[in-house]
């Protein structure tokens, strides 16, 4: 249960005081780690990752986070937006120069929600939530391979970067840095040092976490193995240079990790600094990268007034978990069943971490239920932002527990789920319902996860219920022994599709 760590009427107190000083507001998003990739999270992991560890200690950990998709770019989308990204009806992911941007441009973003109460902005790191690049007719391409990227005018601006949708500076990738057709960074809106050939994978590490790394065309300053550290250095150099010549504004820094997606390209420093082979060494980079962070917000004398989450975007990858587990006996999903795309915990549990010294309680731990896409409704009340009905429709405000006056009274009475293929899924306290048959999202009679697939205990149920107090595994579908329940969820999953939106409505 959650911590109290002071009385309702002094936590009311300290929340308006919160707001009136504004923190600066740092979200550091891992791509693809598991709840059982971190050690404070997990006793049996072989990744040694003390920064995630001390962030932890000096903060909040939350047991029953989520993301809103069990894969990134509808997760990033709901981030973004505070809006589930089923309602847009796009399905699968973007890749190269894939788009349009998802975000509508008279859709009010967390960012731009900051931005309007004073904060500068900064996204360093992959977007993936669609752009439009534009060809030598100046028409957006907007399509996926080798041949779309082949077709970049790159004297031209992008009219829908993440400059346009709240950010004021921004520089990463447009979609997974190091797996999808376009290797090339994107300052601001525009890509100052196009590609000049497609990527030599002979001169790449070869190992079973790395074959997510497509033939696309690759720009001279793109190293695919030093990308995190590329953002990480552009991140500091923000920090730096934003408490140097504007101390008094607050600021908002989306740090948007390539670690720990496949392929596992750890940077030469990192390389074999673990017993988990490449992809613990990736992780042990991120962890880095959270430390670096951390240490440089403390050298600037900010720490202190900077609430930090910490956070992923879904659960682990495939290949990832088949061969960390057969290779170094680390399961990246323990401990929960399912993995990335899969609509069972595994897919869309994950580590969650907030710090706010003097406001949220060092060492404190919750169990509330959350979801990513909440991460907007909550920064809302720090910073005293109106939010208006039309937007962040998903979002809900969970300041109450940062601040230990929640108690047990849950901050949602129901969370959404989505898959890459959009199936769907409802929670309620320890119910969760799932409005399709199997996983959502993995095809588990392929030949690699044949061996992860359990028994089905009601193979003629078109839907599968779980109570997740007594079967944290879901293991057991009590879709049949309970029909009043799975009635009660599958009209409020309507009901949510229907009304465009799951948040209470605001006064």
Known sequence: MTRIICSVAFAA????AAAAERPNIVFILADDLGYGDVGCYNPESKIPTPNLDKLASEGMSFTDAH??????????????????????????????????????????????????????????????????VLDKDGQPINRSGRGAVERIDYSRAIPDAPIHRGFDQFFGTACCPTTDWLYAFIDGDRIPVPPQGVVDKSRLPSHPYSNDCRPGFVAPDFDLEEVDLVFLEKSRKFLQQHVKENPDQPFF????????????????????????????????????????????????????????????????????????????QHNGARPWRGMKRDQWEGGHRVPMIARWPGHIAAGSSTDQTVCLTDLMATCAAVVGAKLPNE?????????????????????????????????????????????????????????????????????????????????????????????????????????????????????
């Open 253 to 328: 820094l989306f740090h948007s990790c390539q670690a720990a997606h496949l392929p596992s390209f750890p940077a030469d420093a990192f390389k074999g600094k673990t017993k988990a082979g490449p992809h613990g060494d990736f992780i042990f980079e991120l962890d880095y990268v959270v430390g670096q962070l951390m240490q440089t917000l403390q050298q600037l004398g900010v720490a202190d007034n900077t609430l930090v989450f910490f956070s992923s975007d879904n659960g682990p990858e495939v290949p990832t978990v088949v061969a960390m587990r057969r290779d170094h």
């Open 67 to 132: 993301s809103p998709s069990t894969v990134c770019t509808p997760t990033r989308y709901s981030v973004l937006t505070g809006r589930m990204a089923f309602r847009t009806g796009m399905r699968g992911v973007f890749t190269g120069v894939g788009g349009p941007c998802m975000i509508e441009e008279s859709r009010l973003t967390f960012p731009q929600m900051l931005r309007n109460k004073g904060y500068a902005t900064a996204l360093f790191g992959k977007w993936h939530v669609g752009l439009s």
């Open 391 to 507: 937007a962040a429709e998903d979002s809900c405000d969970f300041l109450p527990v940062l601040l230990g006056s929640q108690g047990d009274r849950p901050v949602r009475r129901y969370t959404l789920h989505q898959t890459i293929s959009l199936a769907l899924a409802i929670r309620r306290g320890p119910w969760k319902y799932l409005d399709h048959k199997g996983s959502g999202g993995n095809n588990y009679n392929s030949e690699r996860l044949r061996p992860f697939i359990l028994e089905e205990k009601a193979p003629e149920a078109p839907g599968q219920l779980y109570n997740l107090d007594t079967d944290p595994g879901e293991t057991d579908n009590l879709y049949f022994k309970h029909p009043e329940i799975v009635a009660e969820l599958k009209s409020q999953l309507e009901k949510y599709k229907q009304s465009g939106r799951s948040a209470p409505l605001r006064d």
């Open 13 to 16: 107190l300290t929340s308006m």
